[in-house]
């Protein structure tokens, strides 16, 4: 079991930053991938970026690519998303997400345990 709580949402002007955090409970935290997700209102949720067990791999989604970095602190138990150059169409509630998988793993059903969700708005 894997139990995650997100922190650092709020509310940011367009252009600003955002750094997002992820602390999990329990032993295992490194034998899991990371990832956060996204979902705007009236949305379906969305992959943002992904993380490997080790942190040497990482994915992003195209429309974050050279914004948003994930990062991971495994003696920290905790996964970091750092957001620069926010946009408006950032706007919505993100969820990290843990996967058991080692292949780039993209859809919601490869993430066994999320967490609750922080707000991000962004204005224009």
């Known amino acids: 079991q894997v139990q995650l709580v997100e922190s650092g949402g709020g509310l940011v002007q367009a252009g600003g930053s955002l750094r997002l955090s992820c602390a999990a409970s329990g032993r295992t935290f490194s034998s899991y991938a990371m990832g956060w997700f996204r979902q705007a209102p009236g949305k379906e949720r969305e992959f943002v970026a992904r993380i490997s067990r080790s942190g040497g791999i990482t994915y992003y989604a195209d429309p974050v690519k050279g914004r948003f970095t994930i990062s991971r602190d495994n003696a920290k138990n905790t996964v970091y998303l750092q957001m620069n150059s926010l946009k408006p169409e950032d706007t919505a509630v993100y969820y990290c997400?843990?996967?058991?998988?080692?292949?780039?793993?993209?859809?919601?059903?490869?993430?066994?345990?999320w967490g609750q969700g922080t707000q991000v708005t962004v204005s224009s």
């Open positions: 997400a843990a996967s058991p998988y080692t292949r780039v793993a993209v859809g919601s059903d490869d993430y066994d345990y």
